[in-house]
């Protein structure tokens, strides 16, 4: 049967690609991704050649209709969105449900994620983790929804845009100081950077720059900064 196959991609250096994901892509019909620009240059890399159309957040529900049809012909099809997992705060979960609803497979090809990356050099994470993705760009919302994900006293993990690290990095330290977190940025790229501080640290370090660039991603600490000792 044709089948849809989400398929994780590297989410920076580019040999981040599992051996599964490159022969999947090799041997899929149609490979829809985010940008096909982007896409492009990791299917040159490893000589893919399948043919290639869009499907992003603007258009994901009439892409998933021409997916379905190209499914309905025989063919399968590979996506990816621009880096990590398909459908970890990107593209691909209402495709994946309407390519479901169709009554096609939908097949997991695992691979990097950013969320997953920070987590595995964090000292502290301590029990349950929250994933709560990109946070509203309005100050207000953003502000609420922080305090929410604080008052959990569990540990979360945000990504944010270089253009508001530094305010969302400043409602944190406003609302809780002492707690701990992990702001990676640039991840598995060339100039990768990790800081472990606690909230007014890092917001005092990221603050003082000229300009920050690249993608970020932050673990805030379970209240009082339980981490691995405490299992």
């Not at 299917?43 to 399948?50: M, Q």
């Not at 060339?190 to 920050?212: G, I, L, N």
Request: hydrophobic share 40%.
């Amino acid at each position: 049967m044709s089948t849809l196959y989400m398929v994780a991609t590297p989410i920076g250096n580019l040999e981040d690609i599992t051996l599964r994901a490159i022969s999947t892509l090799k041997q899929a019909d149609v490979i829809a991704c985010e940008d096909t620009r982007r896409t492009g240059r990791l299917l040159s890399r490893y000589e893919i050649k399948a043919r290639v159309i869009a499907c992003h957040a603007k258009n994901e529900m009439n892409s998933a209709k021409g997916i379905i049809g190209l499914l309905q012909e025989g063919k399968s099809v590979a996506y990816v969105s621009d880096a990590g997992t398909p459908g970890i705060s990107d593209p691909g979960s209402r495709l994946a449900g309407e390519v479901r609803k169709a009554g096609f497979p939908v097949i997991p090809i695992p691979g990097a994620s950013a969320l997953t990356a920070l987590l595995s050099v964090c000292s502290y994470i301590g029990g349950n983790v929250v994933f709560a993705g990109f946070l509203s760009p309005k100050a207000g919302r953003r502000k609420r929804r922080i305090n929410e994900l604080l008052a959990r006293e569990e540990g979360f993990v945000i990504y944010e845009s270089p253009f508001r690290v530094v305010k969302t990095l400043k409602d944190i330290a406003d609302a809780a100081p002492e707690r701990l977190v992990m702001v990676g940025r640039e991840m598995t790229k060339v100039h990768e950077e990790f800081v472990e501080k606690t909230a007014q640290e890092a917001y005092k370090e990221f603050s003082s720059r000229e300009s920050q660039k690249g993608e970020f991603v932050i673990f805030v600490s379970p209240v009082e900064g339980k981490g691995c000792d405490d299992h």
